[in-house]
């Protein structure tokens, strides 16, 4: 069975994302279709996960390079991590007032789950 999911994920906490990440592989690897959406303070984990030698940055790196991973324009600038998102080539989003639309995703067809 084919379904879709979101991950909005809002948090700073590196355990949970990897949590995400291995679950958002799983879905993905499952023939369903997968986004993680990076909002608020979890921008910031993009100095951790830009470092190879930190753990899961593989998979993040991994999923990335899929397409799954975008992050959110204005939290990404708070957090200063837009310059690493570009040069990571993760997808900077801003269709709700600079932040990411739900309504797209729910619209598409997409389970949300916040994190």
Known sequence: MQSKVAFFVLSR????????????????????????????????????????????AALFEELVRGGVVMVCRTCTSKNEALSIAEEMKIPVVDDLDGHVSMRVFVEKGYTIIMK
């Open 13 to 56: 906490d590196l355990g949970a994302l990897i949590h995400i990440l291995r679950c958002a592989k799983d879905i993905s690897t499952a023939g369903s279709e997968v986004r993680i959406v990076l909002e608020d303070k979890a921008p910031a984990l993009l100095f951790e996960l830009g470092d190879a030698t930190r753990p899961a």
